[in-house]
Structure formats: structure tokens, C-alpha cells
């Protein structure tokens, strides 16, 4: 059973960037692909963005110049380098693992292991 333990949020000013990290107890070589979301108080959880095995990264369009998600397969971890945050921008975030991208729209139902979440304030 993999294990997924988000770290890195916190409390920022608008503008400011933050780095969060998505680290997996299990091997990440072979997952399909990863994926960041976020829910804020009141809302539907939503996506940021998702990675697949190939590399190939999809982001949802209000976070679109402003974030990249990267791997690190030799330390199991995924990336979410976010720039230029914004208070809209405040969530819970959480990565998901194992999961199926298709014609570049990750499938949240197919996602087989969630973390906790990381919480990121922008103010």
C-alpha cells in the first residue's frame, strides 16, 4: 500500500512562491501519472495540474505560467513549484497518485492513493 505525505505549504504574501512536495513510499517509475489538487473552504476540489509517466504535464488554466510539476524518481517525490500566488490561490492541496490521464484530462476516479493535504495561504 503506497503511502503519499505532502510538505511545503505555508503562508505567503501575494506574489510571493512556494514549493510544495509529494513524496510516495512506494516507487513512482511505474505509476501511470500524478496529480495536484486543491480544495478551498467552500468549494469543490479542483485540479491544479497532473505529470504522466512520459512527462508530459497538464495544468488547469488559472494556474497556467504561474506553476510547474516536476518528478524526482530517485527520491519518489513530485513537485509543484507554484509563482506569483494569489489569494484565490489559498487551498488545502493534495497529490494523487496512479492515476490515468486522458486526451490530457486527468481522471480524478482512477487516482489510486491521495495524501493529506498541505495547506497554502496567500494573503
Known amino acids: 500500500h503506497v503511502q503519499l505525505v505532502e510538505s511545503g505549504g505555508g503562508s505567503v504574501q501575494a506574489g510571493g512562491s512556494l514549493k510544495l512536495s509529494c513524496t510516495s513510499s512506494g516507487s513512482i517509475f511505474n505509476m501511470c501519472a500524478m496529480a495536484w489538487y486543491r480544495q478551498a473552504p467552500g468549494k469543490e476540489r479542483e485540479l491544479v495540474g497532473s505529470?504522466?509517466?512520459?512527462?508530459?504535464?497538464t495544468y488547469t488554466d488559472s494556474v497556467k505560467g504561474r506553476v510547474t510539476i516536476s518528478q524526482d524518481y530517485a527520491k519518489n517525490t513530485m513537485y509543484l513549484q507554484m509563482n506569483d500566488l494569489r489569494p484565490e490561490d489559498t487551498a488545502l492541496y493534495y497529490c494523487?497518485?496512479?492515476?490515468?490521464?486522458?486526451?490530457?484530462?486527468?481522471?480524478?476516479?482512477?487516482?489510486?492513493?491521495w495524501g493529506q493535504g498541505t495547506q497554502v495561504t496567500v494573503s
Open positions: 505529470i504522466t509517466s512520459d512527462g508530459t504535464t
Open positions: 494523487a497518485a496512479d492515476g490515468m490521464v486522458v486526451a490530457g484530462i486527468p481522471i480524478v476516479s482512477t487516482f489510486n492513493y
